[in-house]
T-cell receptor, first 112, second 115 residues
Framework: AQSVTQPDIHITVSEGASLELRCNYSYGATPYLFWYVQSPGQGLQLLLKYFSGDTLVQGIKGFEAEFKRSQSSFNLRKPSVHWSDAAEYFCAVTGGGNKLTFGTGTQLKVEL | SAVISQKPSRDICQRGTSLTIQCQVDSQVTMMFWYRQQPGQSLTLIATANQGSEATYESGFVIDKFPISRPNLTFSTLTVSNMSPEDSSIYLC????????????FGQGTRLTVV
């Protein structure tokens, strides 16, 4: 069965600092990987996705993620965080079939 | 991309009653799903909404409690039946296409409070 682990429940960074959110997945074949962001009271917005090809994926809002098969990881990064990035971030995996499995989420707080 | 509209966006319901949530997608999509997000939790898949046939439910979810309809490729409903306070959650509709161009988009969710 597929699974996703987001080891950090809460992360606090200062505005302008760099950010890395960790995601580890378990899947028997090549996974499809996603990062979503959920702002308070909002649905999920897709930040980026990885299917194949270049392992460094660029997304919206200045985010990027790197797929590392050897580490079963798909960490999300941003070089300079803005106060508006405060939200909850979810990593998700699917085998390209039809079901997304989500991690437990990382709550990001940005200090001004 | 697909734009997904859900309604209602929120509701407060009495225990024992039922609520039907509607999900409308602005384009034809292959797959539609319903998720539940309990307070402070991640998303859990309830079921896959199949066009013209019975939904496919995940372990722990049953049709009598969460009947789902999908009459066409752009519309689905989820009913939360005989509600109890434990059903207080955000319910999210998701839609997309799968395969070489896998995409998965979400509606803004329905925040349900059962009192």
């Amino acid at each position: 069965a597929q699974s996703v682990t987001q080891p950090d429940i809460h992360i606090t960074v200062s505005e302008g600092a760099s950010l890395e959110l960790r995601c580890n997945y378990s899947y028997g074949a090549t996974p499809y990987l996603f990062w979503y962001v959920q702002s308070p009271g909002q649905g999920l917005q897709l930040l980026l996705k990885y299917f194949s090809g270049d392992t460094l994926v660029q997304g919206i809002k200045g985010f990027e993620a790197e797929f590392k098969r050897s580490q079963s990881s798909f960490n999300l990064r941003k070089p300079s965080v803005h106060w508006s990035d405060a939200a909850e971030y979810f990593c998700a995996v699917t085998g390209g079939g039809n079901k997304l499995t989500f991690g437990t989420g990382t709550q990001l707080k940005v200090e001004l | 991309s697909a734009v997904i509209s859900q309604k209602p966006s929120r509701d407060i319901c009495q225990r024992g009653t039922s609520l039907t949530i509607q999900c409308q997608v602005d384009s034809q999509v292959t797959m539609m799903f319903w998720y539940r997000q309990q307070p402070g939790q991640s998303l859990t898949l309830i079921a896959t909404a199949n066009q013209g046939s019975e939904a496919t439910y995940e372990s722990g979810f049953v049709i009598d409690k969460f009947p789902i309809s999908r009459p066409n490729l752009t519309f689905s409903t989820l009913t939360v039946s005989n509600m109890s306070p434990e059903d207080s959650s955000i319910y999210l509709c998701s839609a997309g296409a799968w395969g070489a161009n896998t995409e998965a988009f979400f509606g803004q969710g329905t925040r349900l409070t059962v009192v």
